[in-house]
Nanobody, 126 residues
Framework: VQLQASGGGLVQAGGSLRLSCAASGRYIRVISNNALGWFRQAPGKEREFVTSISWRGDSTSYADFVKGRFIISRDNAKNTVYLQMNSLKPEDTAVYYC?????????????????WGHGTLVTVSS
């Protein structure tokens, strides 16, 4: 399974961006049965959980620092997961990674995810 994230860029504080992550590959059907997640890694920091969505899209989990600002969604017909980011802050600057979980329900643990995209850079200026 290959994951291709896109939609990153430079935005001013208070602005919005929408990230997309499309899956492809031989075992792509596994995507529809598994939870998907977004993580981020800022310079000099460890990769951290941002949000996760269950396989049916009926359950989500968010890190406290994005609650009320970010929205995760998925389109299983397109094998794509999205991250709508609103009210962006300079501290949201990071490389954002999409990932596929081994499980169908939401999970915040980094080691629960076994497929990772290459990441897309989000830079928020003050």
């Amino acid at each position: 399974v290959q994951l291709q994230a896109s939609g990153g860029g430079l935005v001013q504080a208070g602005g919005s961006l929408r990230l997309s992550c499309a899956a492809s590959g031989r075992y792509i059907r596994v995507i529809s049965n598994n939870a998907l997640g977004w993580f981020r890694q800022a310079p000099g920091k460890e990769r951290e959980f941002v949000t996760s969505i269950s396989w049916r899209g009926d359950s989500t989990s968010y890190a406290d620092f994005v609650k009320g600002r970010f929205i995760i969604s998925r389109d299983n017909a397109k094998n794509t997961v999205y991250l709508q980011m609103n009210s962006l802050k300079p501290e949201d600057t990071a490389v954002y990674y999409c990932a596929v979980s081994r499980y169908s329900s939401v999970t915040t643990r980094l080691d629960s995810y076994n497929y990772w995209g290459h990441g897309t850079l989000v830079t928020v200026s003050s």
